[in-house]
């Protein structure tokens, strides 16, 4: 991800994936399943979730919440935005939970593929499976990506989970709009890595997760900062 930056990943294990020094996977996509593949309680699922977007988005929204069998409806909203905690950074090697916020653009595109990721992240599939998942989806046209704009917002940042209490411990990525932006570029934008040291809230494009490879792009948009 554009100026994500994350140091030694650290391993959040829970009862159902407890785990040796010597059984500590290799590679930094598998570390970050095993640390994204909790079930937390589900009333801090859902505060996680909803977190993610505005306040007066909250009430109405649909909520989807993780389980052994993956994400599944815990609230029918009425608002046209729907939120779970997006677990598909392990795909780019980083142990980040995701609440993320779609409006009705994003249910019919990028929310599918997500929950298809939570469902084999749950069944123990490997990251290869998962992506392999993802493309034939999208060749069958199971997947499709958004045609016009819209709005996903991640107002909490990609954040670790303790996965005993549910407590943030670290924000990898600070809070964000993501908005959708097929077949835009970095570049387009004026973003650079010079640029983005002097300020880190440059809008940029990120398509590194579920559907990256297909055109599923957001550019990302950090509020609140100042240039220098």
């Given at each position: ?200 809230t440059l809008p940029s494009v ?8 297909h055109g599923l792009a957001y ?10």
């Open positions: 991800m554009p100026r994500l930056h994350c140091a030694v990943l650290t391993l959040l294990l829970c009862s159902t994936h407890a785990a040796t020094a010597q059984d500590a996977p290799a590679d930094p996509a598998t570390a970050a399943m095993v640390a994204l593949n909790v079930v937390l309680p589900q009333a801090t699922e859902v505060a996680l979730a909803l977190s993610a977007a505005p306040p007066h988005l909250r009430a109405e929204a649909t909520v989807y919440a993780y389980g052994r069998q993956g994400f599944q409806q815990v609230r029918a909203g009425s608002n046209g935005f729907s939120r779970l905690v997006n677990r598909d950074a392990f795909l780019y090697g980083v142990p980040a939970f995701k609440p993320t916020c779609w409006d009705v653009a994003g249910e019919a595109t990028y929310l599918p593929v997500m929950l298809l990721v939570g469902e084999m992240l749950a069944a123990g599939r490997s990251h290869r499976d998962i992506r392999d998942a993802i493309d034939a989806g999208f060749a069958s046209g199971r997947f499709k990506r958004p045609t016009t704009g819209g709005v996903a917002y991640m107002l909490a940042g990609d954040v670790a989970v303790d996965p005993t209490t549910g407590q943030v411990t670290r924000q990898f990525f600070a809070g964000h709009y993501m908005f959708y932006a097929v077949g835009s570029t970095s570049a387009q934008l004026g973003f650079s890595a010079e640029a983005a040291r002097r300020d880190p990120f398509a590194g997760g579920a559907g990256g490879s550019i990302i948009a950090v509020p609140g900062g100042t240039s220098h």
